[in-house]
């Protein structure tokens, strides 16, 4: 729970009124100045919101279920004073308000466990998807992306632009309508497995879409380039031109080279 702490005992000023309260603002189970006060409304006892999440009943045994805002506790809390490393005096009620968009002083222990907090959510996201035969995570999309068919419905893949017809499924991110085809999938995939039989599927496909499969070979460069979208703005290694973050490129990713769809169509050799 120490993540959640704002300030410590040695920031705060008023420590005569905190000695005075101190024994009812500690949460139960962590035993830290409680955060987001909860109680159980039969025996009183305070919590921290989040320690109370996983509790199926109050822990001293009072066979209560209900924990519900603490008032007396956040009444308390609002009464003290903290003194921020920025050297300003806060209210504790302002005090988050005032780390977050006011404070001169960069806390870097803050800053890397809202980073670490951040890379844990991400790899929990990525272990719950790994053992989901039909999804996975793909390079060139911030979400996982499932195995579905579209009903009564054409689509296109987002990477190579290629059209399908309802009878072929997609690789898609319902969130952002976002679809791979299986060659686009299997070739930048991260995390997941993917579906063998869906080759079956992309044996008689269409290939109506102007811009050509991926892995196309270009002579001004020893290794095949992939069409994709980057979530970056790049330049042509070519050209020179730059582009947005909308515009795909002709990449290969293992020399961080990106070519242009006129420089690529320019050079292409066969």
């Not at 309260?21 to 109680?39: A, H, T, Y």
């Not at 070739?187 to 579906?195: C, L, V, Y």
Request: net charge positive.
């Amino acid at each position: 729970m120490a993540e959640e702490l704002l300030f410590e005992e040695n920031d705060i000023i008023n420590k005569e009124y905190y000695n005075v309260i101190k024994g009812m603002i500690k949460c139960s189970i962590c035993l830290d100045i409680v955060k987001d006060p909860v109680q159980c409304d039969k025996c009183q006892h305070c919590f921290c919101s989040r320690c109370s999440e996983p509790l199926n009943s109050c822990p001293f045994r009072c066979k209560n279920h209900n924990f519900v805002p603490s008032f007396i506790c956040n009444q308390l809390l609002s009464e003290l004073k903290i003194k921020c490393k920025c050297g300003k005096e806060i209210s504790y009620d302002f005090l988050k308000n005032h780390k977050k968009k006011d404070c001169q002083i960069v806390d870097y222990r803050e800053k890397y466990l809202n980073l670490k907090k951040e890379y844990d959510s991400l790899l929990n996201e990525i272990n719950q998807i790994s053992d989901h035969k039909y999804c996975i995570k793909s390079s060139i999309h911030p979400h996982p992306i499932e195995c579905n068919r579209r009903f009564l419905q054409t689509w296109n893949c987002d990477n190579c632009k290629m059209n399908f017809n309802d009878n072929i499924p997609s690789y898609q991110c319902t969130l952002c309508n976002f679809d791979l085809c299986y060659y686009c999938a299997k070739n930048t995939i991260t995390k997941g497995t993917i579906m063998d039989k869906m080759a079956d599927y992309y044996k008689e496909k269409p290939l109506n879409s102007e811009v050509s499969r991926s892995n196309i070979n270009n002579v001004l460069h020893k290794h095949p380039l992939e069409y994709v979208k980057t979530f970056t703005p790049w330049i042509c290694d070519c050209c020179k031109n730059e582009f947005t973050i909308n515009t795909a490129t002709f990449k290969c990713t293992l020399c961080d080279f990106d070519l242009c769809k006129n420089c690529a169509n320019i050079y292409k050799s066969n």
